[in-house]
């Protein structure tokens, strides 16, 4: 068996170099980077870039023998599926559908187990079937899921019992437990592992009929007992299993498009090491299939250029903590061919958003970036309006996705954090809201959630309080919405879709 230097050793060439960079500015405070405009982008040129968030390993050599292994594993994602998702994004950014994301805020390597990935895959089914019969648009499905294994901290350290240890930064850098809570480069290693099982699980799922419409019975409401909800659910499903009734008769259900569906995934890009190592240069695909446009103009593959994909997911994003113009996530970003995300946050400027999509965007690709705004209910009526307006005044045409779970975190007496539903659904709302005025529209939601019938978020029909909140409060970050809740929102965005005033938010929800 090799040894860890030796192992070390098999880092790529541009591996090597970003690895040297590394090493070099380990113990110093600016990190030794170097800003130099000119220079051409590689998978490793961020690191001449400053970083926010940064990880600082004790051992460079057992980081570069995970990078080394990294490097060598197969993509777990390819150009192929990412095309498919860059087209469908753009009909949502032509309006022509509509995108749901969601999943948990840190993933953990315990979630990658059959019954927790079955009731995520299953809610964003059921949303996702909500969404479109209201809104009459195809659903374009994100998960965060099979790779949300890193969270930005404010802090690298907090006190517990009085001693001073590293912040929880999500299972792919340490543990949760106290005790494991040294930064362990093998879990990169693992983290890449349990994508792979959990992609594996998913695409199984799919290909076995999962979400076969035929099947949507299937899609039970697990821990959802209010009858209300119940009834307007069962309301659509009686509703397509009319429609695919009458097909059948006609002869008419035989597209394979009833039979499954796409579901893409999606992290945010904060551990760049990580992200470099699963960056490959391969050819775009020459046909995408039917009501799919080729992204590639060259189809003779002698001829075509190759383009550098990120293979850790279909989708990334950059979070509102790192994305600095001249920063190493903008620079990373950059020379990438997926689709992207960027948090939008209360402090981003105007004249800078334009400025970071020139940077991220230079084609002006339409769809190419999603701006994933998270401003918070108070804030959104003085921020939204002016960035729609300088991005209409730019030329990009972007896909614009509400995120209304980040500006809306609060803590209790008892230093708990959690979410008031109420807020979550007024940011929606005023998001909706405001893009009709500035004849815009919202493309899509951005939701952390889960499948399971936890107490994190207040408020919602069930009443839940913040004397609730102990009586399943599981999350190891931030408060996620349980399936009740993330039904809700959904029929709100459906009814506003098909102008129904009926629904808006009614009173019992505060």
């Known amino acids: 068996m090799a040894s860890l230097s030796e192992r070390a050793q098999r880092l790529s060439s541009g591996g090597k170099d970003a690895a040297e960079i590394r090493a070099s500015f380990k113990n110093t405070a600016s990190n030794g980077a170097v800003i130099d405009d000119e220079q051409p982008w590689t998978p490793s040129s961020w690191t001449l870039k400053p970083i926010k968030q940064d990880v600082i390993y004790d051992n460079r050599e057992q980081v570069e023998a995970a990078l080394a292994k990294l490097e060598r594993l197969p993509p777990l994602v390819t150009p ?247 920063g190493a996530h903008v620079e990373y970003f950059r020379g990438i061919a997926n689709p992207i995300g960027i948090k939008v946050g209360p402090t981003m400027e105007p004249d800078e958003l334009v400025n970071l999509l020139n940077i991220v965007d230079p084609d002006r690709q339409t769809g190419k970036v999603t701006l994933i705004t998270r401003y918070g209910v108070q804030k959104i009526h003085a921020k939204l309006g002016a960035h729609i307006n300088a991005v209409k005044s730019s030329g990009h045409v972007v896909v614009w996705q509400c995120d209304p779970m980040h500006g809306n975190t609060k803590t209790t007496s008892g230093g708990v954090k959690t979410r008031q539903f109420l807020d979550i659904l007024n940011e929606v709302s005023s998001a909706l809201q405001i893009h009709k005025e500035h004849s815009s529209f919202l493309g899509g939601v951005h939701l952390e959630l889960t499948g399971d019938a936890v107490t994190e978020c207040t408020g919602g029909s069930e009443g839940l309080d913040e004397n609730d909140l102990s009586l399943n409060y599981t999350t190891y970050c931030d408060p996620r919405l349980n399936e009740k809740q993330a039904l809700e929102l959904a029929f709100l965005v459906a009814s506003h879709y098909r102008g129904d005033t009926s629904n808006e938010i009614p009173q019992d929800m505060t």
């Open 80 to 326: 192929t599926e990412i095309c498919k998702l860059q087209s469908s994004l753009r009909e949502v950014a032509l309006g022509r559908a509509f995108l749901l994301q969601g999943g948990d805020c840190a993933e953990l390597f315990d979630y990658c187990e059959e019954s927790s990935i079955d009731s995520k895959v299953k809610l964003l089914l059921q949303m996702s079937l909500v969404l479109t019969y209201g809104g009459r648009k195809p659903v374009v499905r994100v998960a965060r899921m099979a790779g949300q294994y890193a969270k930005p901290r404010s802090s690298a350290t907090e006190v517990i019992d009085g001693q001073e240890i590293p912040s929880f930064r999500g299972d792919i850098l340490n543990g949760y437990d106290i005790a494991e809570r040294r930064l362990d480069p093998s879990r990169l290693v693992l983290a890449y592992y349990h994508s792979a099982s959990t992609l594996n699980y998913i695409r199984a799922q799919l290909a076995s009929g999962i979400a076969d419409l035929h099947r949507s019975l299937d899609w039970n409401l697990g821990h959802v007992k209010d009858k209300t909800l119940q009834r307007r659910y069962q309301t659509i499903v009686n509703s397509i299993t009319e429609s695919l009734d009458f097909m059948h008769t006609i002869g008419a259900d035989t597209s394979a498009q009833l039979e499954t569906v796409d579901l893409y995934t999606s992290h945010e890009a904060l551990l760049l090491e990580y992200e470099q190592s699963l960056t490959r240069k391969l050819l775009p695909p020459t046909h995408l299939g039917r009501g799919y446009s080729s992204l590639r103009s060259d189809k003779n593959s002698e001829h075509a250029s190759k383009a550098w994909y990120n293979t850790s997911a279909h989708f990334i994003w950059i979070g509102d903590r790192t994305r600095q113009l001249d």
